[in-house]
């Protein structure tokens, strides 16, 4: 039976800033800045079409944008940098920020982030090749992967997900047996149809157009986890 690993997408924001503002007589506008990622994911989008909902019909906005970023933990960053007062991520990540544990391990626990509200479940799509001969995580050894990008949620989730199978693609982190292309889904899946890659790591809610993308033109296929 397959398996699949789901995180959720939240949005979150930081408490007690609502960015830049201004005084006309007694009222206050503010301008809000949400992160999202990358323009090709879901955050984007979603991103945006939530700054024209709150542009157009919170009287006291008088501006909300979305900005496209390279995920998750650059979104942690950007807020407590308060470059952002909104931004969508994935729970496991925010919950290392807030918490001081995992990626966050060292560092100051991030206690002013607050979560607003669940957007969707976030599934972990492993697809491989259609030529790789892949059936299980295990067998990326040696092989050539796409993670996600450097400095996004899917990434970090791909190093976890391989540790336990004894596998590693990080040069910092000791030997490496797994071979990484550090790029977004689209990119990916244009890889797999290329043959240069043996598999990729693709995280969104179902269905994802990268996912399926790789089932219907054929290049790839979803492996058990």
Excluded at 72 to 101: F, H, S
Excluded at 106 to 135: C, D
Excluded at 144 to 154: C, Y
Excluded at 165 to 187: P, Q, R, S
Aim: aromatic content about 8%.
């Amino acid at each position: 039976m397959k398996k699949a690993i789901v995180a959720a997408i939240v949005v979150i924001a930081l408490l007690f800033a609502a960015g830049p503002m201004t005084s006309v007589a007694e009222a206050k506008t503010y301008r809000i800045n949400i992160a999202t990622a990358t323009t090709g994911g879901a955050y984007y989008p979603i991103g945006n079409a939530m700054a024209q909902i709150w542009s157009k019909n919170i009287k006291d906005v008088q501006r909300a944008s979305a900005q496209s970023t390279a995920g998750t933990p650059q979104n942690v960053e950007l807020m407590q940098d308060e470059e952002v007062q909104v931004a969508i991520g994935q729970t496991g990540i925010c919950y290392y920020a807030y918490t001081g544990t995992g990626t966050y391990e060292g560092q100051t626990p991030y206690k002013e982030m607050r979560g607003m509200f669940t957007l969707y479940p976030n599934v972990m799509h492993w697809v491989a090749g259609s030529e790789s001969g892949i059936k299980s995580i295990a067998d990326f050894k040696g092989k050539r992967f796409v993670p996600g990008q450097v400095a996004s949620a899917t990434e970090v989730n791909s190093r976890e997900m391989m540790e336990p199978y004894g596998l590693n693609y990080m040069k910092d982190k000791g030997e490496t047996n797994v071979t990484a292309d550090y790029l977004g889904y689209n990119e990916a899946v244009d890889l797999m149809k290329n043959g240069q890659t043996d598999g990729a790591h693709i995280a969104g809610g179902v269905p994802t157009a990268a996912v399926l993308d790789t089932i219907s033109s054929g290049a790839g296929y979803l492996i058990s986890i």
